[in-house]
T-cell receptor
Framework: GDSVTQMEGPVTLSEEAFLTINCTYT??????LFWYVQYPGEGLQLLLKATKADDKGSNKGFEATYRKETTSFHLEKGSVQVSDSAVYFC??????????????FGKGTHLIIQP | KAGVTQTPRYLIKTRGQQVTLSCSPI?????VSWYQQTPGQGLQFLFE???????NKGNFPGRFSGRQFSNSRSEMNVSTLELGDSALYLCASSATSGRRNEQFFGPGTRLTVL
C-alpha cells in the first residue's frame, strides 16, 4: 500500500538557519504530494502541494519539489523563524484506487526554532 | 468565509459507550473526510463522504461509521468505545473529491475514553 516516510525529530534549529525536512513516499499510482503544518491545539493547514513530477510547490518561504525519480518531496526554507515552530506532515493522495482517496500521512516532524 | 467547524471540541466517554461527532464543512464544499490522529499511529484516514455517499473507507473496524446530510454536514459515530479510540478526530472538507483537491481541516474533536 501507499506510505510516506519522514524524519520525526524533534528537529531543533536556531533562528535564520536553513531547514530541510526529508520526505520519501511509496505509491502505486501517480500521487499528488502535500506538506501540512499543525500548530499546537489546532488542526492541519495546507502549506504547499505539487500534483505532478517536477512541480515545485511554494508558500511563505517554504519550497518542495516533486521528484519522481527519487520518490521524494523534501521541504526546505532558507531562513526559519521562531514562528515556524510546529509539526510538519508530508502526505500523498493516490489516484490508483479510482474515485476519491484519503490522504496518507507521514508521522510528522516536530520543528523547534530557538531565538 | 467560515472554516471547517467541529463539535464538540472535547469529549470524555467511558468504555462501551457510543459517541457522535459533528463536522460542518466550508460553505459550498461537498466532500468531507475524517481522520484519526494518535501519538502511536499518527494520522489515519477513516472515510470520505461526497454528496451523501461514502466514497472511500480506511482500515478501521465497523464500529466506526459516518454519514453526510444534504447540506454536506457530516457526522461520525463510534460504537462500543475502547480505550484505544482515544484520539484527536479531524474533519476535512474540499470542494470536490479527487487526488488533486486541497483539503481544509477543522480544529478537531479530542475524544478521551476512560
Amino acid at each position: 500500500g501507499d506510505s510516506v516516510t519522514q524524519m520525526e525529530g524533534p528537529v531543533t534549529l536556531s533562528e535564520e538557519a536553513f531547514l530541510t525536512i526529508n520526505c520519501t513516499y511509496t505509491a502505486t499510482g501517480y500521487p499528488s504530494l502535500f506538506w501540512y503544518v499543525q500548530y499546537p491545539g489546532e488542526g492541519l493547514q495546507l502549506l504547499l502541494k505539487a500534483t505532478k513530477a517536477d512541480d515545485k510547490g511554494s508558500n511563505k518561504g517554504f519550497e518542495a519539489t516533486y521528484r519522481k525519480e527519487t520518490t521524494s518531496f523534501h521541504l526546505e526554507k532558507g531562513s526559519v523563524q521562531v514562528s515556524d515552530s510546529a509539526v510538519y506532515f508530508c502526505a500523498l493522495s493516490d489516484s490508483s484506487g479510482g474515485g476519491a482517496d484519503g490522504l496518507t500521512f507521514g508521522k510528522g516532524t516536530h520543528l523547534i526554532i530557538q531565538p | 468565509k467560515a472554516g471547517v467547524t467541529q463539535t464538540p471540541r472535547y469529549l470524555i466517554k467511558t468504555r462501551g459507550q457510543q459517541v457522535t461527532l459533528s463536522c460542518s464543512p466550508i460553505s459550498g464544499h461537498r466532500s468531507v473526510s475524517w481522520y484519526q490522529q494518535t501519538p502511536g499511529q499518527g494520522l489515519q484516514f477513516l472515510f470520505e463522504y461526497f454528496s451523501e455517499t461514502q466514497r472511500n473507507k480506511g482500515n478501521f473496524p465497523g464500529r466506526f461509521s459516518g454519514r453526510q446530510f444534504s447540506n454536506s454536514r457530516s457526522e461520525m459515530n463510534v460504537s462500543t468505545l475502547e480505550l484505544g479510540d482515544s484520539a484527536l478526530y479531524l474533519c476535512a472538507s474540499s470542494a470536490t473529491s479527487g487526488r488533486r483537491n486541497e483539503q481544509f481541516f477543522g480544529p478537531g474533536t479530542r475524544l478521551t475514553v476512560l
